[in-house]
């Protein structure tokens, strides 16, 4: 993979602005860690999601994927909470401070912030995560097993994740020299640092799946640039404990001719659609 194709994300968040709903409230998690509420409106019966954004994006991603998913849950009578990752949950920024190590810890400020919201069932969580996002939902799952009964993922990367980089240049270069910075043509020049690569090592999404409990689904475009690995990664689901499975569906869905953000600029082909549908579909199934 390239450190390219995670930044280009963060460009096409820029270029999109949507019209926000009522029952969407913007909130303070933690310092420095920000997120957008969104209620149904009508009767809620404490169905709620997290929803984690990718790499050097911004709480509604790109396109406005995550608003929108937002709103989709809304409609279908579930509440979410999105957040922008500290240091790098911004539009403007152009060095990113995060670490996998911070998202993990926003992931779970905003778990806690949650569970102060009245009206949120407990029992009936969910998160969902877009590229860099699924890991952090699922380790987050796996490290804390009764926070989310069901997960989804989108464009989710796989295995080691610290040998993710290991052909990318930029990271290679931030590894060696402390930082490195690049310019990503029509959007910014972006900075990233050792710290950032450095704070992936031990964690594997392979194996935290094996251990999270709950349902999980996982889409991804047959022309996404990361590894097609949803049948091995059924298969771990599969080989979880008996007592585990029956109330923990695990389904995947490749969406032909989709890229890694299901073409969300090209509405006409519908993958992103397609791909927000599907999600909606399965929270309100597996919550």
């Given at each position: 993979?390239?450190?390219?194709?995670?930044?280009?994300?963060?460009?096409?968040?820029?270029?999109?602005?949507?019209?926000?709903?009522?029952?969407?409230?913007?909130?303070?998690?933690?310092?420095?860690?920000?997120?957008?509420?969104?209620?149904?409106?009508?009767?809620?019966?404490?169905?709620?999601?997290?929803?984690?954004?990718?790499?050097?994006?911004?709480?509604?991603?790109?396109?406005?994927?995550?608003?929108?998913?937002?709103?989709?849950?809304?409609?279908?009578?579930?509440?979410?909470?999105?957040?922008?990752?500290?240091?790098?949950?911004?539009?403007?920024?152009?060095?990113?401070?995060?670490?996998?190590?911070?998202?993990?810890?926003?992931?779970?400020?905003?778990?806690?912030?949650?569970?102060?919201?009245?009206?949120?069932?407990?029992?009936?969580?969910?998160?969902?995560?877009?590229?860099?996002?699924?890991?952090?939902?699922?380790?987050?799952?796996?490290?804390?097993?009764?926070?989310?009964?069901?997960?989804?993922?989108?464009?989710?990367?796989?295995?080691?994740?610290?040998?993710?980089?290991?052909?990318?240049?930029?990271?290679?270069?931030a590894l060696r020299d402390g930082e490195a910075t690049q310019e990503i043509p029509g959007w910014k020049t972006l900075t990233?640092?050792?710290?950032?690569?450095?704070?992936?090592?031990?964690?594997?999404?392979?194996?935290?799946?094996?251990?999270?409990?709950?349902?999980?689904?996982?889409?991804?475009?047959?022309?996404?640039?990361?590894?097609?690995?949803?049948?091995?990664?059924?298969?771990?689901?599969?080989?979880?404990?008996?007592?585990?499975?029956?109330?923990?569906?695990?389904?995947?869905?490749?969406?032909?001719?989709?890229?890694?953000?299901?073409?969300?600029?090209?509405?006409?082909?519908?993958?992103?659609?397609?791909?927000?549908?599907?999600?909606?579909?399965?929270?309100?199934?597996?919550?």
């Amino acid at each position: 993979m390239t450190i390219s194709n995670w930044f280009r994300i963060g460009l096409l968040v820029v270029l999109t602005g949507l019209v926000g709903r009522a029952g969407e409230t913007f909130v303070e998690i933690a310092p420095e860690v920000r997120g957008a509420w969104v209620t149904p409106e009508g009767v809620w019966d404490g169905r709620t999601v997290l929803l984690f954004h990718g790499m050097a994006s911004d709480m509604d991603d790109a396109g406005g994927s995550l608003k929108l998913l937002a709103q989709g849950l809304a409609e279908r009578g579930i509440a979410s909470l999105r957040i922008n990752f500290r240091g790098e949950g911004d539009q403007a920024r152009t060095k990113i401070e995060s670490t996998f190590i911070t998202r993990l810890e926003d992931a779970a400020a905003a778990h806690a912030w949650l569970l102060q919201q009245a009206g949120v069932a407990t029992g009936r969580v969910g998160a969902f995560g877009f590229s860099l996002g699924a890991p952090t939902a699922v380790v987050t799952g796996a490290r804390h097993p009764g926070w989310f009964k069901s997960i989804a993922v989108w464009s989710a990367p796989s295995g080691d994740l610290f040998a993710l980089w290991a052909n990318d240049e930029t990271a290679q270069r931030a590894l060696r020299d402390g930082e490195a910075t690049q310019e990503i043509p029509g959007w910014k020049t972006l900075t990233t640092k050792r710290e950032f690569y450095e704070s992936f090592r031990g964690f594997n999404f392979d194996e935290a799946l094996a251990k999270y409990p709950g349902a999980l689904l996982a889409v991804r475009g047959s022309a996404d640039y990361l590894a097609h690995r949803e049948d091995e990664l059924m298969k771990i689901l599969a080989a979880r404990p008996a007592s585990v499975l029956p109330g923990s569906p695990a389904e995947a869905v490749l969406i032909g001719g989709a890229d890694h953000i299901f073409n969300v600029f090209q509405p006409e082909l519908g993958h992103a659609a397609r791909a927000r549908a599907l999600t909606v579909a399965w929270f309100e199934r597996t919550l």
